[in-house]
């Protein structure tokens, strides 16, 4: 083989080398610190969803169907006892600033999952999280119905639906 040739080899293995170590880089960095937030204080959010639910009071309130949940309860792990309300949906689970449900577990992703609504039912979705969202023994792998009553597992977590 000619000299050029080899040195094209060499330059071509050096930065297919540096793509690799910048993509685990980049991994790294995204799994430490998460999706970028709004640097807006938190008390400043607080006020712009005050206003927000003062606009909607004018508007009439959709009646829910009898037997609908209203809340997601945390009945098992380090936040156990909290709630929060359906109304606020979609709500986003994980270990992230921005989520309504923080949960403080190794287990579980800055962007773990959501429950969202679509009508008269409720969803929830993994976000691509790495140990996975459970209902029952069963890895969700698409956005799975839940009815009220349903326990939903992250990580060292279970949440359900109540009324």
């Given at each position: 083989?000619?000299?050029?040739?080899?040195?094209l080899?060499?330059?071509a293995?050096?930065?297919?080398?540096?793509?690799?170590?910048?993509?685990?880089?980049?991994?790294?960095?995204?799994?430490?610190?998460?999706?970028?937030?709004d640097?807006?204080?938190?008390?400043?959010?607080?006020?712009?969803?005050?206003?927000?639910k003062?606009?909607n009071?004018g508007?009439?309130?959709?009646?829910?169907?009898?037997?609908?949940?209203?809340?997601v309860?945390?009945?098992e792990?380090?936040?156990?006892?909290?709630?929060?309300?359906?109304?606020?949906?979609?709500?986003?689970?994980?270990?992230?600033?921005?989520?309504a449900?923080?949960?403080?577990?190794?287990?579980v992703?800055?962007?773990?999952?959501?429950?969202?609504?679509?009508?008269?039912?409720?969803?929830?979705?993994?976000?691509?999280?790495?140990?996975?969202?459970?209902?029952?023994?069963?890895?969700?792998?698409?956005?799975?119905?839940?009815?009220?009553?349903?326990?939903?597992?992250?990580g060292?977590?279970?949440?359900?639906?109540?009324?």
């Amino acid at each position: 083989m000619s000299e050029l040739t080899l040195m094209l080899i060499r330059f071509a293995y050096l930065a297919i080398l540096w793509i690799f170590v910048l993509s685990v880089i980049s991994v790294v960095r995204s799994d430490m610190f998460g999706a970028r937030i709004d640097s807006t204080p938190r008390a400043d959010r607080k006020s712009q969803r005050q206003a927000r639910k003062s606009e909607n009071r004018g508007a009439k309130p959709t009646k829910r169907p009898r037997g609908a949940p209203t809340h997601v309860a945390i009945v098992e792990g380090a936040n156990e006892g909290e709630t929060v309300s359906l109304d606020e949906a979609p709500i986003l689970i994980g270990r992230g600033s921005d989520a309504a449900i923080r949960l403080d577990d190794d287990y579980v992703s800055t962007r773990h999952a959501r429950i969202a609504s679509s009508g008269d039912q409720w969803f929830v979705e993994d976000l691509g999280s790495t140990n996975g969202t459970y209902i029952g023994s069963h890895r969700l792998t698409q956005p799975t119905t839940l009815q009220l009553g349903s326990t939903v597992r992250i990580g060292k977590t279970t949440l359900e639906l109540r009324k």
